[in-house]
């Protein structure tokens, strides 16, 4: 029945494809001319006309593209060009389904004729995060509330914009002249050109119809018009209208014009990213050997901001707290961080703007891209903080749990609904990303990653590529120069990485004789995983045996049929009371499971003075696989109980961190159970003399603040230490913070050493009255600082003030009031993560959820954020069924975070399996090895000496900000 078949096929074909545009009409120019009035009074009215030049790719009597959220009358839209007689336009129709604008002609479009069509538009402009939207502050020194125009496009925002063809593969060039009232001040993606004071929209608008609703003069109105730009995206045309003010960086930093802009009262705080931003495009254009094409870059700082920051070509958009940096007021981290962002913002002048994916599936080529790419850059111009190395970690860790469920995707992900492209938004688009072009310059060597990407940046310029295109231009540059071993291609060892879901678990077993080892490997799923799995990989292998002083072995493949249904044999020279150690620098994302002779003996190693003869990544591997094993029942907790304990040890952030974030992941699951005290009470332990060591918060002062590893570990111990009630941590904090409520003018004065005021704030609203929580409301209603700001917003969620806690809630979700609409997810989060704010969260969540789904119109992943946090902190089933039921009732609400939901709830499906596995005999072992000191930390492994363990830790402040930039 072959009609069949082809029949089914059709219509596949018709469901898969029916979300994009038909492809039939091109558009290669923008002239784009909109009017704004910035007045409330008159409901911040527009008029605009956009002429798109296009031509037809086949005969056809439709053009379709995208329109949303304005009015078009069909009576006004025209088209001309062609013959004599060009086709008339007998209607103009939005369906709001996919946005398609269909405009429908009376006769056939020709090809490979230019036409110009012509659509007038007008409407008001809303509040909300995307489009074009209002943003608003009150100017601290003038009082007076100010507002600005801008606009955020990606992902498919631009159509709210203006009608366009709003798929990232329709790339055109862009004339914009934008319209506002005189007192003002217009920048879009690139130099102005011209100011004029006629209306340029007269033939389309006479201003006598746009009086109407403006009811202004013409001459309270100037047009500036912009010069063409080069061909993009529709997602990347950017433009502000505000009364911000700029600074220029000097000349000498780089040959493109930079400026900074932000509120005129905030201008001060500009100087860092003044001074860095220059310095990184230049290092960029060096790496790649590619020139920045356009003639200047701006950055500018908005109030109100949906992401981190956008990377509009020329005019990248910032969250304040990721461009301004206050050397008063912000910490070491708020500037690290604004090292990173600009870093991965200038990243994608290059990945993203000038070679762009052809559809969001492979929005991982951008993201991964600047991800990875921003290291190179803040290592350039902060060489001491060793970003390579702490971003690599910090990538590589944050997925490997999400990417051991079952429903995680592949970095590589198809998207069958525009609505959900959001959602991809995320840690694998980001972070896998990242560590797998990490990856490929470690497997392919730098030289040849920097050449053969050279070339691909000039091979696909102005263009849209697939990561195909990439690999073809990494293979031949490779084949150049002698290839990979085994004659592997990158697209054959890639595509394992990319198009598959998760990583692999190698289990290695040493024959202690022959000086042999054999691998397995297998998908690496959490607990309660139910598919079989027969995924298999192209895993590049480094080991490290314990005699090479550090000279390892070379890269060696197991290939992606190896290790699969036999296990692969391996020769090498360890002797058999050495260990071996797999993955040392941490070239891939995988687990590594030993015998357990071979995890002594790197236990051993760990417990003593030779400890760092294994790396620094191998220590961070060995900690983080040892515990994610144990927790999905593949080893036994001795084990990461035995290598937490030579922690007391270790003087690097980066080990320190995994292994506490380790131990977080388990008071995560009984903080809230009986249970709770005793891993107080055995973390306490670990960690009281190296928070005395580190300076504490007793030492009222940072240590070293010129070191970011000696800030870090100060600041993670005493997050950690008044968290397990160390004596004495609580108390200073407390009195710190009374000290800065006693100053006379708290505003300006502030005791508490900046970087340790996140810690300090938080435990005195835990412990304090609604006084102090009043104060803290006070000082971040007056600050002018956007990092101080932030440290409050999330200090005001700690308090155990029921009433309080609800109230906070209902300022999320109601416009106007005290929380900005960009940090509701922020407050919602943080709240529903504390351990008393989580009931008062989970009740709120229930039943206000139209209303939580309204303020996150169009920012899915925010709303998929506070789902996951709620559901992360599971333990029963009960929990869990209550879930289940509401979320039958509130399917509409959750449509747009199926993907999240869906890894919510294996998430809390494994949380319940570990707390009825693991709880009661981890529980047993912490007492054992708190209640008595003196023996040793695990006593059947012989020889151990005792060690009152002492750790750091680290609360993971990403991770409770659902914010990462786009
Ligand atoms: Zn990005």
Redesign the pocket.
């Known amino acids: 029945m072959i009609w069949q078949a082809v029949l089914w096929l059709t219509l596949a074909q018709l469901v898969a494809g029916s979300f994009l545009l038909p492809g039939d009409v091109s558009p290669t120019h923008y002239d784009l001319r909109v009017g704004y009035d910035l007045d409330p009074t008159t409901n911040f009215s527009f008029y605009g006309v956009v002429s798109i030049v296009l031509s037809a790719n086949k005969p056809t009597t439709k053009v379709i593209l995208h329109a949303k959220d304005f009015n078009i009358t069909s009576e006004a839209v025209s088209l001309s060009g062609g013959d004599q007689d060009p086709p008339k336009v007998l209607s103009a129709s939005i369906n709001d389904t996919y946005d398609f604008l269909t405009i429908t002609l009376d006769k056939m479009l020709q090809s490979d004729v230019n036409y110009t069509l012509t659509i007038p538009f007008y409407g008001n402009l809303k509040p909300g995060l995307d489009g074009v939207y209002i943003s608003s502050y009150t100017n601290k020194v003038t009082k007076i509330k100010e507002y600005l125009v801008t606009t955020q496009f990606e992902a498919i925002s631009a159509r709210k914009g203006f009608p366009c063809f709003d798929e990232p593969m329709y790339k055109a060039t862009f004339k914009i002249t934008l319209g506002h009232n005189k007192q003002f001040t217009a920048v879009s993606n690139m130099p102005q050109s011209s100011r004029g004071e006629n209306n340029v929209m007269e033939k389309y608008w006479p201003w006598k119809v746009i009086r109407q609703r403006f009811q202004k003069d013409l001459s309270d109105f100037v047009w500036d018009e912009f010069d063409k730009s080069v061909p993009m995206s529709t997602y990347l045309v950017a433009f502000v209208i505000s009364k911000f003010s700029h600074v220029e960086s000097p000349s000498d930093l780089s040959t493109t014009k930079f400026r900074i802009w932000a509120r005129s009262d905030a201008i001060d705080q500009t100087a860092y990213a003044a001074n860095i931003g220059p310095r990184v495009l230049t290092h960029f254009e060096k790496f790649f050997n590619v020139s920045f094409p356009l003639p200047k870059q701006d950055m500018i700082a908005i109030p109100d901001f949906s992401a981190g ?1 956008m ?1 509009n070509w020329g005019l990248i958009t910032y969250r304040e707290t990721a461009l301004l940096y206050d050397k008063d007021q912000s910490s070491f981290v708020n500037k690290e961080r604004v090292a990173e962002v600009i870093a ?2 200038l990243a ?1 002048q290059w990945f ?1 703007n000038l070679v762009t994916m052809k559809w969001w599936s492979d929005l991982w080529l ?2 991964g891209f ?2 990875f790419v921003a290291s190179i850059g803040v290592n350039a111009v902060e060489p001491t903080w060793h970003a390579d190395r702490s971003y690599a970690v910090e990538n590589i860790l944050s997925i490997m749990n999400l990417d051991a469920l079952e429903s995680s995707h592949p970095v590589s992900v198809p998207i069958d609904d525009p609505k959900r492209i959001s959602e991809i938004f995320d840690q694998i688009s ?1 972070r896998k990303g990242s560590t797998l072009i990490r990856m490929m310059t470690m497997f392919l060597g730098e030289d040849v990653f920097r050449k053969a990407i050279h070339n691909y940046l000039i091979k696909y310029s102005y263009q849209n590529a697939e990561q195909d295109d990439l690999w073809r231009e990494l293979t031949r540059v490779s084949r150049a120069n002698g290839g990979l071993s085994r004659n592997v291609t990158v697209k054959e060892v890639m595509d394992t990485w990319t198009t598959r879901t998760g990583y692999p678990l190698l289990t290695v077993t040493r024959d202690y004789v022959d000086k042999s080892l054999t691998i397995t490997q297998k998908r690496y799923l959490s607990l309660g995983a139910r598919m079989p799995t027969t995924s298999s990989w192209w895993v590049p292998l480094r080991v490290l045996c314990e005699d090479d002083s550090r000279s390892a072995t070379p890269l060696q493949w197991l290939a992606d049929n190896e290790g699969v249904e036999a296990p692969h044999r391996f020769q090498h020279d360890a002797k058999p009371d050495q260990w071996v150690l797999f993955n040392f620098d941490m070239v891939a994302p995988y687990r590594v499971n030993y015998d357990k002779k071979n995890w002594k003996l790197l236990a051993d190693t760990l417990n003593s003075d030779r400890y760092t003869s294994v790396p620094v990544l191998g220590r961070v591997q060995l900690l983080s696989d040892a515990f994610a094993l144990a927790w999905t029942n593949r080893l036994d907790y001795s084990i990461p109980l035995l290598l937490t304990s030579y922690l007391r040890r270790e003087t690097d952030v980066l080990p320190l961190t995994t292994g506490l974030g380790a131990l977080a992941k388990i008071e995560n699951v009984l903080i809230r159970s009986p249970d709770y005290g005793a891993f107080q009470k055995y973390v306490r332990r670990l960690i009281s003399s190296t928070y005395e060591r580190a300076g504490g918060l007793a030492a009222k002062k940072i240590i070293d603040g010129d070191n970011l590893n000696s800030v870090k570990l100060q600041v993670m111990t005493s997050q950690w230490a008044c968290r397990m009630k160390v004596p004495g941590c609580e108390e200073n904090a407390i009195q710190l913070y009374q000290q800065w409520m006693d100053t006379s003018d708290p505003d300006k004065e502030n005791p508490i050493p900046l970087d340790l005021r996140r810690t300090v704030y938080c435990v005195a609203l835990r412990r304090g009255s609604v006084r102090h929580w009043r104060f803290a409301l006070a000082r971040m209603q007056r600050t002018n600082v956007a990092a101080a700001r932030d440290m409050l917003l999330s200090a005001l969620a700690c308090t155990r003030e029921l009433w309080i806690l609800n109230q906070y809630l209902e300022w999320a979700i109601t416009e106007g009031s005290e929380v900005r609409r960009q940090d509701a997810a922020t407050v919602i989060v943080s709240i529903t993560r504390s351990a008393i704010g989580y009931y008062v969260a989970k009740d709120f969540i229930y039943t206000r959820i139209a209303e939580i789904h309204k303020t996150f119109r169009g920012q899915a992943i925010r709303l998929g954020a506070i789902i996951k946090t709620l559901l992360d902190q599971f333990t029963t089933q009960r929990e869990l069924d209550e879930f289940t039921s509401w979320r039958e009732k509130n399917a509409a609400y959750l449509s747009e975070v199926k993907l999240s939901v869906q890894q919510a709830v294996e998430r809390a499906t494994v949380n319940i399996a570990w707390v009825s596995k693991h709880r009661q005999s981890l529980v047993t072992l912490m007492r054992e090895n708190s209640a008595e000191p003196e023996t040793p930390v695990i006593s059947r492994w012989n020889g151990q000496p005792n060690f009152m363990l002492s750790i750091f830790a680290i609360h993971n402040i990403s991770s409770v900000t659902p914010s990462r ?2």
């Open positions: 920051a990377e991965h913002e994608h993203g951008n993201e600047a991800t980001y930039h786009a």
